[in-house]
């Protein structure tokens, strides 16, 4: 069981849980809040992101791009731990799960929420899957921020108001933000790794200084959300409560840049680190609007 649970990589899964959280927080604080909706949201996004991971292990050991030599933590296939037979089987099943519980959640919301759900799976078996695969071509970074951000935190208030003002989309580009700066750290961590097995990510194509260049926009970005919202669209300023996260922010950039590629173990911090960062930012902002309401 416990290498199933590895698969999931339990650390990354705030880049799914946590949009959810913001998109309920602002439901609750128009007066729209949902509970059967909010928690089969929630359901739907982590069982989109473990099946995304389940298939991220197998396709990854695949193309050759898990070997033994890798910095990051041990894969499930690549070990010899899980099948690959396994793994499709697991990434199929839970797939099916994630629908199962969008059901309710499509009968609710109709066309539009249909759309998000079969997109967020088909995004999820793309990521690394297939000949044309997001992470190889490098552009997987463009749907992270879409799918992670303002996707899921509109789409979380949708199914619960059957609306969604531009405020939400705009909010939601804070945790989508971030969450692309997990995917960052992942790739700094495994620049040298992806480059000789072909996987072009944004990381490889423009080398690892860019990337951390990136990653501090991201970080900056985020901050600047909650303050385009409270000036530019008559948001509670109670929701400047996130800036609090920012001091956290810059800590990991400053370890990122000081931690030297072949320091696998040190970098897997980093990554764990700006997951926290995003659910610490997350949970204030969220703080915010329902302090608010």
């Not at 949009?19 to 602002?26: I, R, S």
């Not at 690959?84 to 519980?101: E, G, Q, V």
């Not at 939601?172 to 995917?183: A, E, F, K, N, R």
Request: charged content about 15%; overall charge positive.
């Amino acid at each position: 069981m416990g290498i199933w649970i590895e698969a999931a990589r339990p650390k990354t899964l705030w880049a799914g849980i946590s949009p959810v959280l913001l998109g309920v927080a602002v439901a609750y604080s128009d007066g729209i809040f949902h509970a059967v909706s909010a928690i089969l949201a929630l359901t739907g996004a982590v069982l989109i992101q473990v099946g995304t991971n389940f298939h991220n292990d197998l396709a990854d050991f695949k193309k050759g791009a898990d070997t033994s030599d890798r910095l990051g933590p041990r894969r499930a296939v690549q070990s010899g731990m899980v099948t690959p037979a396994a793994m499709k089987l697991a990434t199929y099943l839970t797939f099916f799960a994630a629908l199962l519980s969008g059901i309710y959640l499509m009968m609710r919301g109709g066309l539009p929420i249909v759309v998000i759900g079969f997109s967020s799976i088909a995004f999820g078996l793309l990521y690394t899957g297939g000949r044309y695969s997001l992470a190889y071509l490098g552009i997987a970074d463009v749907f992270v921020l879409i799918f992670f951000g303002p996707v899921a935190v509109a789409g979380t208030y949708f199914v619960q108001g059957l609306s969604w003002p531009i405020e939400v989309w705009i909010a939601g580009l804070g945790p989508g933000l971030l969450s692309v700066g997990i995917l960052l750290a992942n790739n700094i961590r495994d620049v040298l790794e992806d480059g000789r097995a072909g996987k072009k990510t944004i990381v490889v194509r423009l080398g690892r200084d860019a990337g951390i260049r990136i990653y501090v926009a991201c970080m900056v970005l985020a901050a600047a959300v909650p303050v385009v919202l409270w000036k530019g669209y008559d948001s509670p300023a109670w929701i400047l409560l996130s800036l609090l996260a920012t001091p956290l922010f810059f800590k990991a950039v400053t370890l990122l840049r000081a931690i030297p590629q072949e320091d696998g173990a040190r970098l897997n911090g980093v990554l764990a680190m700006t997951a926290r960062n995003l659910l610490i930012y997350t949970i204030l902002f969220s703080l915010g609007w329902v302090v608010a309401a």
